[in-house]
């Protein structure tokens, strides 16, 4: 995601170099920094632990799209 990869870019840390602090294979870090995938819960504690809170866990949890209600009859759910 976009924290992971600023964090990185502004620490001049390598994403391999990052992998091996964090535990994870290159492969995944990649995955991660590019948001192809999204850690654990576990693994983005240890992230925002590694990065002293610049990338906090809760930044990994992909924002809410409420549905608006307009329209809707009482009781009718979409």
């Known amino acids: 995601m976009g924290k992971?990869?600023?964090?990185?870019?502004?620490?001049?840390?390598?994403?391999s170099a990052f992998a091996e602090i964090?535990?994870?294979?290159?492969?995944?870090?990649?995955a991660l920094v590019t948001g192809a995938r999204?850690?654990?819960?576990?693994?983005a504690v240890r992230i925002e632990r590694e990065t002293a809170g610049a990338v906090p866990a809760a930044s990994w949890v992909p924002e809410l799209d409420?549905?608006?209600?307009?329209?809707?009859?009482?009781?009718?759910?979409?």
């Open 38 to 43: 999204l850690p654990s819960l576990e693994l």
């Open 22 to 30: 964090i535990g994870v294979s290159r492969g995944h870090m990649s």
């Open 4 to 15: 992971l990869s600023e964090h990185l870019r502004q620490a001049g840390v390598l994403q």
């Open 66 to 78: 409420p549905v608006p209600a307009v329209g809707l009859e009482v009781g009718e759910v979409r």
